[in-house]
Every structure is written in structure tokens, then in C-alpha cells.
């Protein structure tokens, strides 16, 4: 009896201890989702008690805790989302781990941002709102305030709904809708406006095309080739020469302008300069890495890898020297106002925002982003290195077009464009080939038209979503701020 007393005993302690086991894989998997937001919130917190510090003695100290922790809640939302369309394509295309995207964004992100990162904006986002026109700094420090926190809610939003959009038009948006709520629709400046409108068609057309013309290219002279590793020796050189060299001229242009400043003449000479210079060096890397190369599309793949990555790269200097500063100026705008009562002139951006900035875009990165990261790089359509090749080059030209127009653009639109345009490009080349083979071979099976729409490379629910995303962000986020900043008048005044 005891012995079965103590069986029954043992059954009994090995349910319980079942139970506890399966409570706390359910627990464990329950509590993975609130990591992210976890960590975020200390982030966020951080941000607060070091600003704090820093203005422990102001008058103001409580609005600049607030702003800052506003302002790293945006950073951790430009990192979920914008920095997707820098890596995205290396990522999707197999050149680059998801770890190791990471990694590189993470870094090259903060470096751009601290090193190079943009040491003054204009008063408010561009000039979008004449500042005069808000009467007084109080006025301005909570429009600032509106629009900081709609911006981020409105791409937290996106970010979890899985659409890429434009920061920098978020922030533009909520500067708009506060400065509307604050001083009406005569504060607008409706002519820039009417061009960052205008960079809605621009940005993602011109990134398609110059996309598509390139992955014409590689086609047309190589992968369509008898003999493609021949034809790839004497075509990758030169085109990783025109990417350095359109990086070279971007990073003189965008890159580095607080260090130096390089008009547009000077930086398309020093592009000059680094495509000959890498195009040369390029030659005999590309003869020794095509050695032994079987003659399949395949084999090109090995060719494009390393030039993706460095792309990659690139793109997060550029991003982190260029967009950050746009993204952290109303953070920038509120203290200097906090501190100065000044709000009509140009803002300075103190190095401790562009640290918060730096660092939230890291966290972001790291905790939310690989789900826009795996959108812009498999989801729109299949990427490989060729095609990410053509997104990441046209990405670069599209901006050094863009600047010599005098075009406000955006890098978001401009990346997704690309994706697009290859995409696209694949369908239509597809369609052309079949037409051709039909004429040969008047035997070919004809797919119906509903097979022929199953089969389209491009997901045109993933395309639908984003540029619904792209058309409503400027007047999503001007009514979330508009709205915001009533609230807050209402509670201040």
C-alpha cells in the first residue's frame, strides 16, 4: 500500500510539475511579445532622467524631459521603420544575414548620425510653418511637442501594420497640423507644400526607373549572354564603378555636409573620380572571383554579393547623417526655445539630441525591425543580388538627381520605388519573352488570364498597402497633431 501510496504520490507531483513546466513555456512565450515595448520603454525613460540631468538647474527642465522622451520614441520608430529600406534589398537578396544587416545599420546608422549628422535645420521642418506666426515660445514648445509625438505614433502605426513610409513627411505632417491648429492655414507655406506633394510621385517613379534601366542592363548584357561569365567580367567592373562612383558624389553631397560643405559640381567630380578609381581596382577582383564560375545565372550572384553589402552600408551613413536630424529637429527646436525663448531662428542641434537620436534609431532597429526589414526585401517581390544591386544604385542617383532639380525627395519612397521598378520590370520582360516564344513555337501553352494574374512577381496587396500608406501620411499625421496640440491647449491654458 505504500509503495503504491507513493506511485500515486509521484503521478500526482509529475502533473503538477507538468503543469508548472507548460505555465512557464506559456509564460516565456506570452512575455516574448513585451520585450520589444520592454526595452523601448526603458529607452525611453533613460532619454528622460539623462536630460534631466543635464537641466536639472533650467526653468524649463519638465518640457525638455518631455520632449526627449518624445523625441527617443520617435528614434526608436525611425529605426522600425525607415532604416528597412537601407538593408532590406541585401537582406532579401541572400548578401546579408539578418543579423548581420543588423549589425551594419546599427553602426554605420549611429556614425552618420554623430559624425556626420546635420548640425542645423530650419526653425520648424523646413519651413513649413512661418514661426513669427505662433505668437509665442510656449505656442511653439507645445506645436513642437504635437507634432514630435503624432509623427511617431503615426509610423509606430505603419511600422505595426507592415507599410514603410516616409519619417521626415510624418514630421512634416505633424509640423503642418500643429502650426494649422495654432495659428491657422495662413502660418502654412503651402509652395514646399505643394513639393514634398509632388516628391510623393517623383521619389518612387524615378527610383523605378533608374531600377528598371539598370536591371535592363544586367540582363540584356550579361544573364542574357551565350557566355554570361565572360560577359559579367567585362560588365560587373564597370557597373560597381558607376555604384561607388554614384555613392561617392551622394556622400559628398548628403553625407557629410557638416563636416564639409560640397556643392553639386564638386560632388559629381569627386563621383568621377571614385567610379574610375573602383572600376579599375574592380577589373582583376572580378576576373579572379569569376575564375572556375560555372556559365549559369547563378554563379553571377557570387559577383554582386560584396557590393551589396558595402551598398548597404552606405545607405545607413547616408540616412543617419541626412534624415536623423530632420527626424530630432522639433526635439532640437523645443529645447532651444526652452532655453532661450527664441523660436524664429535657425536651430542648432545639440549633440545630446543627436545621441538620443542615434541611439533609438539602434534600438528600433535591433527590437522591431527585421519585419519591414523582410517586407521591403522578399515580400514585394523576390530580390537577388542583381535586382538588390539596381534598387541600392538607384537609390543614390535618384537623390543626386533629385538635389540637382532642386526636388525634395524622399529615401523611403525612393528604395520602395525601386523594388517596384524591378519588380515590375520582371513582369513585363517575362510577358515580352513569352510573346517571343509564342511567335517561335505557336504551341506554347497559353495561361488563362486568371492563372496569368496568380503568377504576377509583384504583390499588388503589399503594393496597394504601401502607397495607401504613402498618400495618407502628411494629412494622417497633420490631423493626429492638430488634434494633439487642442488637447494640450486645452489642458495648458
Same mark, same amino acid.
Given at each position: ?15 503538477d ?15 516574448? /511579445?513585451?520585450?520589444? /515595448? ?18 536639472g ?8 524631459v ?87 505614433? !503615426? ?8 507599410? $514603410? *513610409? ?9 509640423? %503642418?497640423?500643429?502650426g ?7 502660418a *502654412?507655406? @503651402?509652395?514646399t ?8 510621385v517623383?521619389?518612387?517613379?524615378? &527610383? ?7 536591371? @535592363? *542592363?544586367?540582363?540584356?548584357? #550579361? ?18 564603378? #558607376? %555604384?561607388?562612383?554614384?555613392? &561617392? ?11 564639409i ?7 559629381l ?12 581596382? %574592380? ?21 554582386? &554579393?560584396? $557590393?551589396?553589402? *558595402?551598398?548597404?552600408a ?14 530630432? &529637429? ?21 549633440? @545630446?539630441?543627436?545621441? #538620443? ?15 519591414? #526589414? ?51 520590370f520582371?513582369?513585363w ?5 513569352m ?34 500608406? !504613402? ?23
Open positions: 500500500m505504500t509503495q503504491q501510496g507513493d506511485a500515486r504520490h509521484l503521478e500526482t507531483l509529475d502533473r510539475l507538468e503543469r508548472y513546466s507548460n505555465l512557464d513555456r506559456l509564460s516565456s512565450y506570452t512575455s516574448r /511579445p513585451l520585450v520589444g /515595448p520592454g526595452i523601448s520603454l526603458v529607452f525611453v525613460l533613460l532619454a528622460g532622467i539623462s536630460a534631466m540631468l543635464f537641466f538647474q533650467e526653468s524649463n527642465t519638465v518640457i525638455v518631455i520632449a526627449a522622451c518624445l523625441g527617443a520614441y520617435m528614434a526608436l520608430n525611425i529605426g522600425a521603420n525607415d532604416v528597412a529600406n537601407n538593408v532590406g534589398p541585401a537582406v532579401g537578396a541572400g548578401a546579408l544575414s539578418m543579423g548581420g544587416a543588423i549589425a551594419i545599420a546599427v553602426v554605420f546608422e549611429g556614425a552618420g548620425a554623430l559624425i556626420a549628422g546635420g548640425d542645423v535645420v530650419s526653425t520648424i521642418a523646413k519651413g513649413i510653418i512661418a514661426p513669427e506666426s505662433m505668437g509665442t515660445a510656449s505656442v511653439f514648445i507645445w506645436a513642437m511637442m504635437a507634432a514630435l509625438l503624432s509623427a511617431a505614433l !503615426w509610423v509606430n502605426l505603419a511600422t505595426w501594420v507592415g507599410a $514603410p *513610409v516616409s519619417t521626415t513627411h510624418s514630421v512634416v505632417g505633424g509640423v %503642418m497640423g500643429a494649422i491648429a495654432a495659428a491657422g492655414f495662413a *502654412v507655406n @503651402w509652395p507644400m505643394g513639393k514634398i506633394a509632388a516628391s510623393w517623383i521619389s518612387p517613379v524615378l &527610383g523605378g526607373v533608374i531600377a528598371a534601366f539598370f536591371l @535592363w *542592363v544586367i540582363k540584356s548584357r #550579361i544573364i542574357y549572354r551565350e557566355d554570361k561569365i565572360a560577359a559579367a567580367r567585362t560588365w560587373v567592373p564597370l557597373l560597381v564603378g #558607376i %555604384m561607388a562612383g554614384a555613392f &561617392g558624389s551622394y556622400l559628398a553631397l548628403k553625407g557629410l555636409k557638416k563636416i560643405k560640397i556643392d553639386m559640381s564638386s560632388a567630380i569627386i563621383g568621377l573620380a571614385v567610379g574610375i578609381l573602383v572600376w579599375l581596382v %574592380m577589373i582583376p577582383v572580378i576576373r579572379k572571383q569569376a575564375e572556375g564560375l560555372e556559365n549559369r545565372n547563378k554563379s553571377l550572384k557570387v559577383l554582386f &554579393g560584396i $557590393p551589396l553589402v *558595402v551598398s548597404a552606405l545607405l545607413c551613413f547616408a540616412h543617419g547623417a541626412n534624415d536623423v536630424a530632420n527626424a530630432v &529637429g522639433p526635439l532640437a527646436a523645443i529645447v532651444q526655445a526652452s532655453q532661450s525663448g527664441d523660436f524664429t531662428q535657425t536651430v542648432s542641434i545639440p549633440f @545630446w539630441v543627436m545621441v #538620443i537620436g542615434a541611439l533609438g534609431i539602434s534600438f528600433g532597429l535591433f527590437l522591431f525591425g527585421p519585419k519591414l #526589414i523582410r517586407m521591403v526585401g522578399g515580400q514585394i517581390t523576390k530580390l537577388n543580388p542583381m535586382r538588390a544591386y539596381c534598387v541600392a544604385l538607384s537609390a543614390a542617383i535618384t537623390v543626386i538627381l533629385a538635389s540637382w532639380l532642386g526636388l525634395p525627395v524622399s529615401s523611403t519612397h525612393i528604395a520602395v520605388g525601386g523594388v517596384f521598378g524591378v519588380g515590375f520582371r513582369e520582360d517575362a510577358e515580352r519573352r510573346r517571343k516564344a509564342r511567335l517561335r513555337l505557336p504551341d506554347t501553352t497559353v495561361h488563362a488570364p486568371e492563372e496569368r494574374r496568380r503568377r504576377k512577381l509583384v504583390r499588388r496587396s503589399h503594393v496597394m498597402t504601401i502607397l495607401a500608406a !504613402w498618400v495618407i501620411t502628411v494629412p494622417a499625421a497633420a490631423v493626429l497633431s492638430a488634434l494633439i496640440f487642442l488637447g494640450i491647449n486645452q489642458v495648458m491654458g
